[in-house]
């Protein structure tokens, strides 16, 4: 199993800072002289980084686990290292921010405070003491920033599902297009081929009786295939084509945007079909979209892989299954997508927790299509 030491979409933002704040509460801690002693201060760092890990990476109860494990060693370090390491309790106070419980956010809060006051009485002080009245204004902003990550949090959310209703109006018109693909190709193609077919079956009839006549309708079925071949091509040359890597990288902007790290793993995938590529790249958009939709998901892991001439695309998530999710049209969209060029779509539970889509196409040909030809 591969572990992760820090979000990707974090590390512009947050990396710097938080690597120089935890040397400096190392070199705090470790030089400070209290009652544990020098492998009692190490113990409680390494509580106060397991904290700060588990925090990063969940936003379940666990994140609330962790942040009041992270106040509590703070409130420890308050009390017998220094008054101003309570400054450290910004970290789990943004990380609180996050949870998806507005429960876990007040109790965060309401730990937060529980900090402050602690410290203050067992030391002795008072919050209108000089010491103490310095702290102050820190302790109301850590008391206000879960709220505020919330809002901020709460926007990028709504972020997301603009997005997502942005992709359901684009999915709209396509099937309107393919309805109208479907009408042109019946009332100009079919039409065309339908006189093909009476003209050859004239042309059989007078071979024999009137050849003059026949060279004719030989002449007129040339001309109609020609017509054919070019409403064909019109019909073709209105397709809008979606290539597999547009899409891919599209849904890790789509995943980053609502908080979503969408990790991809890609083998040597030889050049598709472009409707090959344009069925998969819906059917990856449609499960990536009930992901964020439905899976309550951190993770997603998108893999791309060839396996004895068989194409092979999983989507896993680390959500809450498909058990609690009411099954829609998105799962018999994929499987008729993949339908049409031959493939497969299978969608079940992880054993390890998440759904896992399995998307199976088999390999005939390794050229790209000419759509004009």
Not at 153 to 168: F, P, T
Not at 171 to 197: N, P, S, V, W
Not at 364 to 370: D, F, L, M, P
């Amino acid at each position: 199993m591969k572990y992760k030491i820090y979000p990707r979409e974090q590390i512009r933002q947050y990396l710097l800072f938080d690597v120089i704040s935890v040397v400096f509460l190392c070199y705090i801690v470790l030089r400070s002289d209290t009652i544990f002693g020098f492998w009692g201060n190490l113990l409680l760092i390494m509580l106060f980084l397991f904290s700060f890990y588990i925090g990063l990476w969940y936003r379940d109860g666990r994140l609330l686990a962790s942040s009041l494990l992270g106040f509590s060693v703070i409130t420890i370090f308050g009390i017998y290292v220094e008054l101003n390491i309570l400054f450290y309790g910004l970290i789990f106070a943004d990380l609180i921010g996050r949870a998806k419980s507005k429960v876990h956010i007040g109790i965060g809060i309401v730990a937060i405070a529980l900090m402050f006051f602690i410290v203050q009485w067992k030391t002795d002080g008072s919050l209108f003491k000089q010491e103490f009245s310095i702290l102050l204004p820190i302790m109301v902003v850590q008391l206000i920033l879960p709220i505020l990550i919330y809002i901020k949090e709460r926007a990028k959310s709504l972020k997301g599902e603009l997005e997502i209703a942005n992709l359901q109006i684009e999915k709209l018109i396509q099937q309107e297009e393919r309805q109208r693909i479907a009408r042109d190709l019946h009332d100009t193609l079919g039409q065309t081929l339908t006189m093909i077919k009476l003209k050859s079956e004239l042309t059989a009839r007078l071979i024999d009786k009137d050849s003059f006549e026949a060279k004719q309708e030989l002449k007129d079925i040339l001309t109609m295939t020609r017509r054919a071949l070019h409403q064909v091509r019109e019909v073709v040359s209105d397709m809008k084509f979606i290539p597999l890597e547009s899409e891919i990288e599209n849904s890790r902007k789509l995943m980053q945007s609502v908080g979503i790290e969408l990790i991809v793993k890609k083998g040597d995938i030889p050049l598709l079909p472009s409707v090959t590529q344009t069925m998969l790249a819906l059917s990856i958009r449609e499960a990536l979209t009930n992901v964020i939709k439905h899976s309550k998901a951190a993770h997603c892991i998108l893999e791309l892989d060839v396996i004895d001439h068989t194409l092979l695309i999983q989507i896993k998530d680390n959500g809450i299954g498909l058990a609690k999710v009411q099954s829609g049209n998105g799962i018999q969209s994929m499987k008729e997508r993949l339908r049409v060029v031959q493939g497969t779509a299978v969608v079940t539970n992880s054993p390890r927790g998440g759904t896992n889509v399995m998307l199976k196409l088999p390999i005939y040909q390794t050229g790209k299509e000419n759509p004009t030809s």
